[in-house]
Nanobody, 124 residues
Framework: QVQLVESGGGLVQAGDSLRLSCAAS????????MGWFRQAPGKEREFVAA????????YYADSVKGRFTIFRDNAKNTVYLQMNSLKPEDTGVYYC?????????????????WGQGTQVTVSS
C-alpha cells in the first residue's frame, strides 16, 4: 500500500507560481511512475504531468507545457509540480497518483494510488 499526501496549494493571482508536493509512504517509491491530475468543478479529471520511476522521462499536457515542471526526489519519497505563470484556467483540485510501470502515463485509470488532493485557485 502506498499513501500519498499532497500539499502546497493555495490562492494566487494570475502569473504567480506555486510548487506542489506529494509525499509518499513506504520504501518502494522509486519503482513507481508518478502523475499529477487536476479537476475543476463540473469538469472531468484531466492529466497534467507525469514522471517515470527513475525520473528519466517526463510528460505534460499541452495546456501546461513550458509552464509546469514535474520532478522527483526518490531519496525523500516526494514528487513535485512546479507551476509557473499560472492562469485562471489552472484552477482546480490537484491530485498526485502512483502507478507501476512506465507506460500509459496520461490515463487516470492506470494509477493505483491517489492522494486526497490540494486546491489551487488562480484569480484573474
Amino acid at each position: 500500500q502506498v499513501q500519498l499526501v499532497e500539499s502546497g496549494g493555495g490562492l494566487v493571482q494570475a502569473g504567480d507560481s506555486l510548487r506542489l508536493s506529494c509525499a509518499a509512504s513506504g520504501r518502494t517509491f522509486s519503482i513507481y511512475t508518478m502523475g499529477w491530475f487536476r479537476q475543476a468543478p463540473g469538469k472531468e479529471r484531466e492529466f497534467v504531468a507525469a514522471i517515470t520511476s527513475g525520473g528519466g522521462s517526463t510528460y505534460y499536457a499541452d495546456s501546461v507545457k513550458g509552464r509546469f515542471t514535474i520532478f522527483r526526489d526518490n531519496a525523500k519519497n516526494t514528487v513535485y509540480l512546479q507551476m509557473n505563470s499560472l492562469k485562471p484556467e489552472d484552477t482546480g483540485v490537484y491530485y498526485c497518483a502512483a502507478k507501476r510501470f512506465n507506460t500509459i502515463v496520461a490515463r487516470s485509470t492506470e494509477y493505483e494510488y491517489w492522494g486526497q488532493g490540494t486546491q489551487v485557485t488562480v484569480s484573474s
